[in-house]
Nanobody, 122 residues
């Protein structure tokens, strides 16, 4: 069982930036692909970004170069740097560990954090 704790959510104006962090309860060296998902009100949770143990990153189409995912083994932290945020990015963002690759993208594991709320509003 892996526990994940997100931090860094908040409220920003359109065009602003936020950085989310996720710390797993186990050493990140024991985890394979990690990623971020988000859920907007009334919608299903959707994939945002993933990063493999080797550092290869994958992003949802809607990211359009605005977000950067990274993992720091020394700090045992997964992070998501979000730039040029828009109101449609308003959501609760969730960290996930040990995603599985599929032909259609990434499938999340049962390991979820509690979520970090991001609000983009003027």
């Amino acid at each position: 069982q892996v526990q994940l704790v997100e931090s860094g959510g908040g409220e920003v104006q359109p065009g602003g930036s936020l950085r989310l962090s996720c710390i797993p309860s186990t050493s990140m060296t024991r985890l394979y692909t990690m990623g971020w998902y988000r859920r907007t009100p009334g919608n299903e949770r959707e994939f945002v970004a993933a990063i493999t143990k080797n550092g290869a990153a994958d992003y949802a189409d809607f990211v359009e170069g605005r977000f950067t995912i990274g993992r720091d083994a020394a700090e045992n932290t997964l992070w998501l740097q979000m730039e040029r945020l828009q109101p449609e990015d308003t959501a609760t963002y969730y960290c996930n560990a040990d995603l599985s690759p599929t032909l259609k993208g990434w499938f999340p594991s049962a390991y979820w954090g509690q979520g970090a709320r991001v609000t983009v509003s003027s």
